[in-house]
């Protein structure tokens, strides 16, 4: 039986039909370039799964990182904002430079897929594949140093904090000077998407993924007894009416040709049945693919929840954090990057124009420095969702994915 997965298999015969029919002869990394390294970087994506780590806890998943990437020649920087990891190679003589970020942080959720190297850390899990795309930017940084067919640097980023929204680790390792010390001519980066077959890779020019703000409303009103509601102000009222209320914005103020989200998260208030509480305290996700619509979001937002409140006698405190921004590919960049997978994968599995997506990500930040590329890769059409307790990301891409990063570099430094 074979030991890929019946879509990985359909890509290796596609690129052996191609082969048979134009020959050996070929520049850049093929998939089959990497198949020889399968199960060692299988044994690595599987220990930092087994580890997971937290932001800016990442210590042994970046020591493990540092010392393959030592191993292989490359002059590694470790610190780089908190817990980051930068390695750096050059070859030949050419001026051009290019960044491949990958993430490595895990979340709070406790572990629930049985697996033999399921978390031995309870309550913390990998559950949005960062061990893989740790693994499979280790892959091409193994291939690169073992071929070093590419002419210039390439600077391979292992970045601590992406899940923790404002102050994560893309901004820590910007303030730490990551382009300064490390240029890059352009950057990319890559994600996993549970819900598309494994080696099939998704692009989009442009607004790609959201902004997310966080806001956090706290509604003060009078407290009382049960019994007596008209002697006190209900803030279980207020918030009451106001989920629905905030729902209004996104159909009645937003251009429906925009795109936006308001998701009430949590909502606080009372410990016991016969008392009015002083206090309501409700969580709110906003997401959006503008800079005009999130401005216009956050002003309704806060002239909606205000009025809300004082219309029953209450009062309103909103504290209005603004998370990632929207994430914005840039057209060249995308285009080259959906090339180099159609060469790699074939046409069908490299999807331009992919659909928008309302999740986030502070790959953003990367991008509002240099131009460049954030791809999605598929996980598996029938895999658990992202940040669900029994998610697990796909082995069958970590030499395509590793292929992928190598080709990009090759590519893009080429002679």
């Not at 572990?111 to 309870?122: D, G, K």
């Not at 940084?141 to 980023?157: D, K, M, S, Y």
């Not at 490390?182 to 890559?190: K, V």
């Not at 006190?232 to 207020?238: C, N």
């Amino acid at each position: 039986m074979s030991e890929h997965a019946p879509e990985i298999e359909s890509i290796l015969k596609t690129v052996s039909v191609s082969l048979a029919r134009n020959g050996p002869t070929r520049t850049f990394c093929t998939l089959h370039d990497t198949l020889d390294s399968r199960d060692e970087l299988q044994d690595i994506r599987r220990s930092i799964h087994q580890h997971p780590e937290l932001a800016f806890n990442e210590v042994r998943t970046a020591e493990l990182v540092a010392s393959k990437l030592e191993g292989w020649g490359y002059a590694v920087t470790r610190g780089v904002g908190g817990t980051g990891v930068v390695a750096t190679l050059r070859s030949g003589s050419g001026k051009r430079s290019v960044g491949i970020r990958a993430d490595m942080d895990a979340l709070p959720i406790h572990e629930r897929t049985n697996l033999p190297y399921a978390s031995v850390h309870e309550g913390k899990m990998h559950a949005c594949g960062h061990d893989g795309h740790t693994t499979v930017l280790l892959g091409a940084a193994r291939q690169l140093a073992r071929t070093r067919h590419f002419n210039g640097t390439v600077n391979l980023i292992f970045q601590p904090a992406e899940e923790i929204g404002a102050g994560g680790g893309a901004e820590r390792m910007l303030a730490d000077g990551l382009f300064e010390r490390f240029p890059c001519d352009a950057i990319f980066g890559l994600h996993n998407h549970p819900g598309v077959e494994a080696g099939t890779f998704m692009f989009r020019a442009g607004p790609f993924m959201a902004a997310c703000d966080t806001v956090t409303i706290t509604i003060r009103g009078k407290g009382g007894h049960a019994a007596r509601p008209h002697q006190s102000i209900d803030p279980i009222l207020v918030a009451g009416s106001l989920v629905m209320a905030l729902q209004s914005i996104v159909a009645r103020n937003v251009d429906p040709n925009e795109t936006a989200v308001v998701t009430i998260g949590t909502l606080h208030a009372g410990h016991a049945p016969n008392v009015i509480p002083d206090s309501a305290r409700m969580e709110i996700s906003v997401r959006s693919f503008s800079a005009e619509v999130r401005a216009s979001m956050e002003a309704r937002i806060r002239q909606l929840v205000t009025a809300h409140a004082e219309g029953y006698g209450a009062t309103a405190e909103i504290d209005y954090v603004r998370g990632y921004p929207v994430l914005v590919n840039s057209e060249a960049e995308t285009e080259f990057a959906r090339q180099v997978a159609e060469e790699l994968v074939g046409p069908e599995r490299a999807i331009g124009n992919f659909h928008r997506i309302a999740g986030s990500e502070d790959f953003a930040y990367f991008l509002q420095q240099r131009p460049g590329c954030f791809v999605r890769m598929g996980n598996g059409a029938n895999q658990p969702l992202l940040h669900n307790a029994g998610y697990d990301f796909n082995d069958d891409n970590l030499t395509v994915g590793a292929a992928y990063w190598t080709r990009l570099v090759e590519r893009y430094l080429a002679e």
